[in-house]
């Protein structure tokens, strides 16, 4: 069978480690060049130096952009362009959580929150959206979680954020539609990355005694529903908020 992202460009933010790596390894695997992004460089070039080792005739490489700022993020998009010739798919996935409570919850917590989680997002589409529409189409692809239904009971940035990035998601289907430019999200639920790692055991236990599938899921359960968006397969699929989460009621 071909690969499903034969030609196609791609871009991850987060590529590092976690959901973004499992993402890349994924379009990797299906043909696509990569362009992972992490927070520094040296994280970003030993993610690049990770990948190669497995794979190691893939086209990939690796950028660190100021995400939330203009200028840095369109100079590593004209430059991926330059060097490759288009770029076909974003991943908006790079994000942050905290578990502060509502009353301790200080206006920087909240400015950095969604200074990552939702102005990057926008920051990221707007200079990917200008090259595919230039192009003649695209696709956007955003990290979203379950709390985005749901809420969830202390840290009230991480799904305030989320809930904005299904905002974004669904407006810019609406907007971007005419340039044939697709936008998803996926929507994770529980997922074994260091994101998660980080939480107390009495924080997630509870939360994994409630899936209904008994476990939670692996970065690569949710690098498959990427996948799936990013390809011709979803070809009439925009504005999707598509939930990986192993049905659980958080
Ligand atoms: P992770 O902590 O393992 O990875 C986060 C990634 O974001 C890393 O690659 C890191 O380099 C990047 N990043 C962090 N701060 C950054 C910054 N300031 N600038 C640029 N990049 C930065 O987390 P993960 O669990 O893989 O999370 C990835 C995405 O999935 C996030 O958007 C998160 O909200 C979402 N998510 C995770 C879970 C989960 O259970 N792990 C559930 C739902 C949604």
Redesign the pocket.
């Known amino acids: 069978m071909k690969p499903l992202l034969e030609h196609k460009v791609a871009v991850v ?9 499992a993402v890349v390894r994924k379009f990797v695997e299906e043909g696509a060049t990569v362009i992972l ?3 520094r460089e040296e ?1 970003a070039t030993k993610a690049l130096a990770r990948i190669k080792e497995e794979f190691p005739t893939a086209e990939v490489d690796a950028a660190w952009p ?2 939330n700022d203009r200028e840095s993020v369109r100079k590593t998009f004209d430059d991926i362009v330059k060097r490759y010739g288009h770029l076909d798919i974003l991943v908006n ?5 905290q578990r502060t409570a509502f009353l301790e919850y200080t206006v920087s917590e909240y400015d950095d929150i969604m200074d ?2 939702v102005k ?1 997002l926008f920051v990221c589409a707007q200079a990917a959206a200008e090259i595919m529409k230039a192009q003649g189409g695209g696709v956007i692809l955003n ?5 985005s239904l749901y809420g969830q009971t202390t840290g009230f940035g ?1 799904p305030t954020s ?1 809930f904005a990035v299904n905002g974004l998601t669904k407006s810019l289907a609406r907007e971007l539609g005419a340039y044939h430019i697709r936008v998803n999200a996926v ?5 074994k ?4 790692a980080a939480l107390p055991k009495e924080v997630i236990q509870p939360v994994i005694d409630r899936i209904p599938m008994g476990r ?2 692996e ?1 690569d359960d949710i690098a498959n529903a990427f996948l799936y968006l990013a390809s011709d397969m979803a070809a009439y699929v925009s504005g999707e908020i598509l939930s990986v989460d192993g049905a659980v009621v958080i």
């Open positions: 933010t987060g590529g590092t480690r976690g959901i973004g790596y992004c992490g927070s994280t100021r995400l996935n790079a994000g942050i959580s990552l989680n990057s990290t979203s979680s379950v709390v991480y989320k929507a994770p639920g529980v997922v990355t260091d994101m998660v939670m899921a970065a």
